[in-house]
């Protein structure tokens, strides 16, 4: 079923017009669908839907997914591990920055890493991404000291915030429009999967040493990522006469450096005001007034394309001129914050309330796992059936909210078989 046939948000069909009716407007470094090319082991090239089923294929999906489950599992898996790992080195004043880092890194890089994969070759800079990300964890399971820890961890989320963008461009690139949803929600099981299996991990690894919740990502990435070198095929938007310089020359650096700087002084802020630090302290302050001067700058560099072109600004500020990609942003943005905050904080509350162990508090989390990975995989199938999307964002919103608000009402003596409903909503 093609997107022209799929009824709109507002029961309208989708048209080729645009996004009013529910598709995104074409972008010029929006990767081309180059179809299947699969020629790892020198079989025919990919052109059929009946491929699919060859071993290649199949091959290839747990290779890329394989992917997104560390980055997801390294997501959380400091979870259960903070204590253990604070304690260790003697740094509880440090304590939040294995959680604060790994996200910062991530959230920095995914619009940089979305430019590059444009200009370059998307699979070799997803398997450098994938080999820095291992790298990483190497010296996060070696770390001497909290210090190396932060390092890695703020690397890792740079790295596998790379990896993530590399694969919704890859699955993109080589699958069919129809089928495309599908795939996208597998990558959101995985995902799921992954983020509520971190803790759970995390804490069994607790009982003997932590340093293998982070080199289990070399074991998982020395198996598949030989694959995906062999398999996967190269995916380059430009001529290959294009060289380095000629890709790189039209890099937005000032936005870059502008966004990466906001990023961190806000994050820092909201992170650290009122624990470390109180909110009026002057550090606090200091953090919340030089970020928003380099946001100001950031916006200004943006909309007067200062040492840049429109075309190869950081922020793709001509989707702010669409409602529906905007109210799209909104929900998506509401709806991780909805999920990854319990995902995060109820082990840490099993642990710290209930006197749970590592493991049992991300035994817990099963509702959650179980749920939400369901719902993932259904409403992907669901959306390619019927081709609506607005009613999972109402459905799932209004849900998410009934279940953080009977999380927030929670008490000792609720604890156990009845906390399972407010994990399923």
Partial sequence: MSSASHPGPGGEKNTES???????????SAPQRVGRQIRGFKLPHW????????????????????SMFIFALDNTITANLVPVISNQFDAVDLLPWLSVG????????????????????????????????????ALCGAAPNMSAMIVGRVFLGVSGAAMYCGIMILVA??????????????????????????????????????????Y?????????????FVILPSSDQLPKSV??????????????????AFSICLVMAINFGGVP?????????????????????????????WLTTSDNRIFPAPLLRHKEAVLLA????ASNAGSFIPIYYIPVYFQSSMGDSPLMAGVHLIPLIVISSFFNLSQGFLMIRFGYYWPWFLGGGALLLAGNVMLCTQTFDLMGPKDVPRQIC
């Fill in 243 to 260: 060289d380095f310089l000629q890709r790189i020359k039209n890099f937005d650096l000032v936005g870059t450096i502008f966004l990466v």
């Fill in 102 to 137: 790994f996200m910062l890194g991530g959230y920095v890089a995914l619009l940089p890493m979305g430019k590059l994969y444009a200009k370059f070759d998307a699979k070799w800079l997803y398997v450098i991404n994938i080999v820095l990300f291992l790298g990483f964890s």
């Fill in 330 to 333: 909104i929900s998506i943005t």
């Fill in 173 to 214: 690139i080589h699958t069919e429009e129809q089928e495309r949803p599908a795939y996208f929600s597998i990558t959101a099981v995985i995902w799921s999967v992954g983020t509520v299996l971190g803790p759970i991990i995390g804490g069994a690894f607790a009982l003997v040493t932590w340093r293998w919740a982070f």
């Fill in 47 to 66: 052109n059929t839907s009946a491929d699919r089923r060859t071993t290649q294929w199949f091959m290839l999906l747990f290779s890329i997914y394989s």
């Fill in 216 to 228: 289990i990502n070399l074991i998982i990435g020395g198996v598949f990522t030989p694959i995906t």
């Fill in 277 to 305: 630090y109180a909110w009026n302290s002057g550090s606090i302050i200091a953090l919340f007034v030089v970020g928003t001067a380099f946001a100001t700058a950031f916006g200004l560099q943006q909309k007067l394309s």
């Fill in 18 to 28: 645009g996004l009013e009716n529910g598709a995104l407007p074409p972008s010029d």
